[in-house]
């Protein structure tokens, strides 16, 4: 997608729709914003005592999360969409992401495994499968069961609109940890998604997004370290929807440019011919926790922000508590000598700490 269409991390949840100018992907936000999914002819349903799940037997994708036994619900993908495939063919080498849907589903409430096969110019090119799990009001979302046939590569899998909420909805709103976070109200927020990160591509410093309702709240943590997190926000003033979802990545593309931290408009590292698809040696897992109140009252993103909090690992040590961290920068990879050597480091952390009546000590 060209740089030029993405919103900074911060201001596409804050400026005015107006804003926005007009573009081609303009214009497929609004479109995608009048598509609709359709209740599904051919259902499958999960669940546990406090979640139903009912998903889409040909896609394979979320229809409707219903919260039991409130019977509120939020929607799931929206927009008629499909998981995405991104594979790679090393003779002759190339890359094809395609839309594909399910080819069989085996469901064993709490549990649904969708099986998908990928293609590449008509020859079967990987197979996996999609697992939904009902623990509780969460939703695991897992990629089992991964087969490349010889020659092929599976890169990644994209599933961008796990969850939905519309303007319409009472008290719609969204909200994203990165750079500090942002939460902004539906009605007020421009048409776009998070601009991916030049080092890290989708990989979110802070996995975890939401979206929600004055009732319901839609939390996705993504719990795969190399695994990307989407939030979008699609339409036009009046009818815009918000989605958050994952790309569950198999490999590193090799074919890619990468950041290395050297700044806006240095070289970036990129990769030829026989650049390997690094494989990543992870399960890929995320999950959807939904939140309501007991009573049925209003919630808002701090009851989302509670539940992370609240499963998050015990500080392992205090002893930052009450310092100030102060960052050398002393090299990196394009510059042709150091800016700071470790001499002059030492000098410059030997100064600050005379001022407080400290020394440096080796280590």
């Not at 900074?8 to 009048?34: I, V």
């Not at 942002?182 to 080092?199: E, K």
């Not at 040590?317 to 002393?330: E, F, I, R």
Request: glycine residues 10%.
């Amino acid at each position: 997608m060209d740089q030029k269409n993405q919103i900074g991390r911060r201001s596409f949840l804050k400026a005015s729709g107006a804003s926005l100018p007009t573009s081609a992907w303009s214009e497929l936000l609004a479109n995608q914003a009048q598509a609709a999914r359709d209740r599904p002819t051919h259902s499958v349903a999960i669940r546990s005592l406090n979640l139903e799940v009912i998903l889409d037997g040909d896609d394979g994708v979320p229809y409707e999360y219903r919260l039991l036994p409130s019977g509120l619900s939020i929607r799931g993908e929206d927009y008629g969409g499909k998981i995405s495939v991104t594979v790679c063919r090393w003779h002759p080498r190339g890359f094809v992401t395609t839309p594909i849907s399910a080819v069989s589903v085996i469901a064993t409430p709490p549990r649904a495994d969708f099986r998908f096969n990928a293609t590449y110019e008509g020859q079967l090119a990987v197979a996996f499968v999609i697992r939904y799990a009902v623990e509780g009001p969460t939703v695991f979302v897992s990629m089992e069961s991964i087969e490349e046939k010889p020659g092929y590569e599976l890169i990644e899998v994209g599933m961008p609109r796990l969850a939905t909420a519309h303007e319409s909805d009472q008290g719609a709103w969204l909200a994203h940890g990165e750079y500090g976070g942002s939460l902004v109200s539906l009605n007020q927020a421009t048409a776009g998604q998070l601009r991916p990160n030049t080092f890290w591509g989708k990989v979110l410093a802070t996995p975890v997004v939401m979206i929600g309702t004055d009732r319901v709240i839609s939390v996705l943590e993504v719990t795969s370290y190399l695994d990307g997190a989407e939030l979008a926000v699609a339409g036009v003033p009046g009818s815009r929807r918000a989605s958050l979802g994952t790309v569950k990545a198999h490999r590193v593309n090799g074919s890619l440019c990468y950041d290395i931290n050297t700044g806006k408009g240095t070289p970036r590292n990129c990769g030829n011919a026989r650049t390997p698809n690094l494989r990543i040696e992870q399960k890929s897992v995320c999950r959807l926790d939904f939140v309501t109140h007991p009573s049925g009252a209003p919630v808002d993103w701090l009851g989302g922000a509670r539940l992370v909090r609240s499963r998050m690992p015990v500080i392992p040590t205090h002893y930052y508590d009450d310092k100030l961290v102060y960052a050398v920068h002393c090299d990196q990879p394009l510059w042709k000598e150091p800016r700071t050597t470790f001499a002059q480091a030492e000098s410059l952390i030997g100064a600050r700490l005379s001022r407080f009546g400290g020394t440096v000590r080796e280590r």
